[in-house]
């Protein structure tokens, strides 16, 4: 099946720090992909749909400036969160659709989870 | 717009028993409905997906799940679980014209020996 992977895994930052968080399609091009924040033990949470290209689109209640996503390639979209603070610790999930299999299937990368101390 | 409920958040049971997950999801057109596990610091992984057809859907490591439309269910179930399926398990909807994923909250599956 088709890949998606995500790095780091795991990162650590200090208060005020901003971190980037990439995701890559490695088999395939995805013109769209998702972004999702999870709490512990809780569902996941539709952050933001990007759109290679273009600008992405933001959930209700999501900060654009707070969590900036850029789509730049069809292998790659990288979610930046700006000036983080320990409220925005949170394990990040992002999905890539690939382009010719059934629609509605996603692909999930492996998570990247943030800490901010 | 679509909503998925799982009833339960935990289910425990013993190895090699049977078990349901329940799925209940509301919209006002047709769905696609999904499954996915997720283990501890990791993605999720689809287990088994529901877009036409037979309404018995078969998946991986031996799950399966049947969609029923008057109940609004996608419950999913396995006659034999072990050890290495315990885990986090979501149930997921989305529409013909969306990308969108809508999850459910979770059911922890804790599988004890």
């Known amino acids: 099946g088709a890949v998606v992977s995500q790095h780091p895994s795991w990162v650590i930052c200090k208060s005020g720090t901003s971190v980037k968080i990439e995701c890559r399609s490695l088999?395939?091009?995805?013109?769209?992909m998702f972004w999702y924040r999870q709490f512990p033990k809780q569902s996941l949470m539709l952050m933001a749909t990007?759109?290679?290209?273009?600008?992405?689109?933001?959930e209700q209640g999501v900060e654009k400036d707070k969590f900036l996503i850029n789509h730049a390639s069809l292998t790659l979209s990288t979610l930046t969160v700006t000036s983080a603070h320990p409220e925005d610790s949170s394990f990040y999930i992002c999905?890539?659709?690939?382009?010719?299999?059934?629609?509605?299937?996603?692909?999930f990368g492996e998570g990247s989870r943030l800490t901010v101390l | 717009a679509q909503s998925v409920t799982q009833l339960d958040s935990q289910v425990p049971v013993f190895e090699e028993a049977p078990v349901e997950l329940r799925c209940n999801y509301s919209?006002?057109?047709?769905?696609?409905l999904f499954w996915y596990v997720q283990y501890p610091n990791q993605g999720l992984q689809l287990l088994l997906k529901?877009?036409?057809?037979?309404?018995l859907v078969k998946g991986i490591n031996g799950f399966e799940a049947e969609f029923n439309k008057s109940q609004t269910s996608f419950h999913l179930r396995k006659p034999s679980v072990h050890i290495s399926d315990t885990a986090e398990y979501f149930c997921?909807?989305?529409?013909?014209?969306?990308?969108?994923?809508?999850f459910g909250t979770g059911t922890r599956l804790q599988v004890f020996p």
């Open positions: 088999d395939f091009q995805a013109t769209t």
């Open positions: 997921a909807v989305s529409t013909y014209n969306t990308d969108k994923l809508i």
């Open positions: 990007s759109n290679e290209g273009s600008k992405a689109t933001y």
């Open positions: 999905s890539a659709r690939a382009g010719g299999h059934i629609t509605g299937e996603l692909f």
């Open positions: 529901y877009l036409s057809g037979s309404t």
């Open positions: 919209s006002s057109v047709s769905v696609y």
